[in-house]
């Protein structure tokens, strides 16, 4: 990944730049949500309905990422989709800064948001598959070189991803008192005029990566994901990872209303936890590169969903007052557990991806990344609506919040469900029942 001068090479310079940027989204949101809150005067449940509906566009990942497989632009396939991705992205924030006001409704944000996170999703196919394929650059190299070569680079743009979410949410916290939704947005909006030009100006020769077939075509892209798919320890890593979240009903808004409403923080608190929380996820990445990379992904996907499960009991706690009248300030709680309950969520995603990166074949790198993220944001979404159902079910609105800790107390239940399939989870340390019989029979 390095020259032989010292230097970044072409390839870690965009993704490092990118995946920061894909950090840094955290910025704009956090406006848009007080912009819902404050000036479209939405409720709990309406807000994590629009949070989670303009997250459609990342379920249509696996078509961007077989196009971009198949579909060479100017002899590229990766390089010009984000640049695609970046210029929607764009045009969907700058068009929400510059609008009056009075234009704004809720269907026409959520419009914009659509577009916007379109946008996003084709830009985070093609860097996820610019990452696959870099771990297979070698094929020489033996496959325990490779493994730790992926881990590598995962670990560096999981990195970038955490500074740029630290900067995103400690700017933010900070802007949101101090300048309107508007400005945010615009401000975002140019930075992504940045990227757009530095992206432009790369060549994709120049990523030396591994050399494949030009224009394969979508209907054979999809054939290889589609046998792909069919591979036991693929379809079983992928389901196991997709329920786990999905079984989750998460209470992101009700949440966000409890912490602004009900006990009246200031946006600055939010804003420093969600940086205590990405820090603590840039120290994760640092982790998982330097001590963690050897540990069986079954294990440690494991640990991270039952310290999850263990989080939400805490704020059980917090909701009942208990550790405040242990003297601990619902602020100090906030900044710390609730920041890093936020990211436990994305703990699992970096073993699950070094994994997948390895197990993918060569030539449906991206294919097979968009639908794992396709996967994740389907999942997501589903959590998100369970949320809503799950906090009408118990009686929780705007005003009202008698019933979170008994909502919390069942979203802490599902978070154990997935531990009782984890043996879904390829475990390369456990080979296949197929290939422990081939092994008796020789």
């Known amino acids: 990944m390095v020259s032989s001068d010292g230097s970044w090479n072409p390839l870690r310079k965009l ?39 303009a997250n459609l566009p990342m379920v249509g990942k696996p078509l961007y990422g077989v196009v971009s497989d198949a579909v060479y632009i100017g002899g590229q396939h990766r390089i010009p989709y984000i640049a695609i991705g970046v210029f929607l992205q764009a045009v969907s924030w700058l068009a929400i800064a510059l609008l009056p006001p009075s234009f704004m409704s809720i269907f026409i944000i959520t419009l914009f948001l659509l577009l916007g996170n379109l946008g996003a999703s084709i830009v985070e196919v093609a860097n996820d598959a610019l990452v696959a394929e870099s771990g297979k650059q070698s094929t020489t190299s033996s496959r325990k070189s490779q493994s730790s070569s992926s881990g590598e680079l995962q670990s560096f743009v999981w990195m970038s991803v955490s500074i740029g979410g630290v900067l995103g949410n400690l700017l933010g916290g900070i802007a949101i008192d101090r300048f309107s939704p508007q400005f945010m947005f615009l401000a975002f909006g140019l930075l992504l005029l940045i990227q757009l030009f530095a992206t432009l100006t790369i060549r994709e020769k120049s990523l030396n990566l591994p050399k494949s077939s030009s224009n394969a075509g979508i209907r054979k892209q999809l054939l290889e994901l589609s046998m792909t798919l069919q591979k036991p320890e693929i379809a079983y890593s992928i389901a196991w990872f997709a329920a786990s979240f999905a079984v989750i009903p998460i209470l992101t808004g009700t949440m966000f209303f409890y912490q602004t409403q009900h006990l009246k923080l200031d946006s600055s ?18 982790t998982y590169n330097g001590k963690l990379k050897s540990i069986p992904p079954r294990k440690l996907m494991s640990a991270v969903q039952g310290t999850m499960a263990v989080f939400m009991l805490s704020d059980v706690l917090f909701v009942n007052g208990t550790y405040l009248k242990m003297g601990i300030p619902n602020s100090v709680y906030v900044v710390v557990i609730s920041g890093l309950l936020e990211v436990l969520f994305q703990f699992k995603v970096l073993p699950f991806s070094v994994l997948i990166a390895q197990l993918c074949p060569r030539g449906c790198e991206g294919s097979l990344m968009a639908f794992v993220m396709s996967a994740i944001a389907l999942a997501s979404i589903v959590s998100g609506y369970l949320g809503v159902a799950l906090a009408s079910y118990v009686g929780v609105t705007g005003d009202d919040f008698s019933g979170l800790p008994r909502a919390i107390i069942i979203q802490a239940g599902c978070t154990l469900l997935p531990l009782l399939f984890s043996s879904w989870i390829h475990d390369e340390t456990k080979p296949p029942r197929q290939q422990q019989k081939n092994k008796k029979k020789n």
């Open 15 to 53: 993704l490092g730049f990118g995946f920061w940027v894909q950090g840094f989204r955290c910025f704009p949101w956090m406006a848009v949500n007080f912009f819902l809150k404050d000036r479209l005067n939405v409720d709990p449940s309406t807000l994590q309905i629009l949070q989670n509906s």
């Open 269 to 286: 608190v939010l804003g420093i936890s969600k940086v205590f929380g990405q820090a603590g996820l840039l120290l994760w990445s640092a």
